[in-house]
Structures are given as C-alpha cells and as structure tokens.
C-alpha cells in the first residue's frame, strides 16, 4: 500500500498530529541518535518530513538518503527544501523489503510508520534488510501509529486510514526488532500517536 497523494497526506499528518507534527519529528530525530557527519537511510521516507529533520541534525558532513516505492511522494520530497545547515537529501524509489542498499552502508536507519503498509509476513524481512545495511554498531529507529484504546476511536482510525493502521500491534515490535537481529535498547513514545523503539546492530 503506497500514497498516492502527497499533498493529500500532508494534511491529514497536519490534522491528524494537531499543528504538532514538526515538534514531534524534530524529537524522534533527537531519537535517532543520529550524530552529525552520519550516513542515515529513511525506509519508507513518503513526503520526506523525517528525512529533512535527520538531515538538520546530521548537518552538512553527513547525507541523508530515502526510500519509497511511490514516485509522487518522492518527487514530493525532492520539491522540498531542506533547513540551511542541512545534510542533502537523496531520494529513491525502492522496497524495504528488498533494498537496493549495499551491506554495512550507513550509521543510522530510521523508519516511520511504514512497517504496518507491509504484510505482517514481509515485516521481518523488511528489518533484517535494515540489520544488513547498517554498519556494525548503527543505529536503528522504527517509529509506529499506537492506536488508541477506545473502540471508538480505534473505529474513526479504521475509517480514515485502514485496518492496518487502527489494529497494529505495536507491543509486538520490540521482539520483532529483536529477531531481526538487532539489540532494542529503548522505547516509549512520542505524542500524540508515535511509538519508537530504538535499536544497535551488534557484532561484525
Ligand atoms: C504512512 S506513510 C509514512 C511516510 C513517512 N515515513 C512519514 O512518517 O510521514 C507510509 C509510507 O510507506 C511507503 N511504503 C509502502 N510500502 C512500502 C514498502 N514495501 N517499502 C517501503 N516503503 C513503503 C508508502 O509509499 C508511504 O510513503
């Protein structure tokens, strides 16, 4: 399931995140622990609103590249420009369960509610092609949707976005993280809907 409609999307994050979407962007980028001069992957970047905030942090010495299958977002993205200081961003069109990325090739991976448009059977496939693009030692961030608990809610969120996206587990994806191979060393969430976890690839 990809998007069509950049602008369309763009306003439903602005409805949706209250006015708060940059705020809490801007904090899953401090999340990230992304260090300036890194190499940082967005898999699933869509309009590109966290790539551009690791780009400000990563600053001019590091790059920032993202990933989406749908070529209207990225020409989306591509349209718009980074904060001066910034990283260049690189946009590509590609699959995260199948990354066109060479093995050990960045320092950070971030991904931002893009793992619940997969099939739950691609979700592991899709991070472990994370663990194998990141350098040992790199960071991951998977940020979610928590959907809310009441019934009614989760049914406005049924309505609007999908089954996808008001019936994802989001308790399941420490593990799924851990059996990709990663080692989780955090989470918590980020308001109004965010979910993180943040994980290290060990070893060689
Ligand atoms: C809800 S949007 C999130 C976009 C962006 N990361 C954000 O947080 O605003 C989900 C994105 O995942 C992309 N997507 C769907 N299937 C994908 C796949 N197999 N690999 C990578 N991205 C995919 C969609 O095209 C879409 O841009």
Known sequence: MT????RAYELCGALC?????DRAFSRLAELSGAEPGD???DVGCGTGCLTRHMAARVG?????????PSP???????????????ARCAYQEGIAESLDQPDASYDTVVTSLMLHHLPEDLRP?????????????GRLLVVEFRPPKSAIGRHLVHGGAGRAMAHHQVDLLDDL????GFEVS?????????????ARRTGQ
């Open 3 to 6: 998007i069509g409609t950049p």
């Open 17 to 21: 995140f209250v006015g708060r979407r």
């Open 39 to 41: 190499r940082v992957l």
């Open 60 to 68: 001019r010495d590091g790059s920032v590249t993202g990933v989406d």
């Open 72 to 86: 209207p977002v990225l020409d989306y993205a591509r349209g718009r420009k980074p904060r001066s200081g910034s």
């Open 125 to 137: 496939t899709a991070l472990r092609e994370m663990h194998r693009v990141l350098r040992p030692g």
């Open 177 to 180: 993280i851990a059996d990709a």
């Open 186 to 198: 955090g989470h918590g969430d980020v308001r109004p809907w965010l979910y993180y976890v943040q």
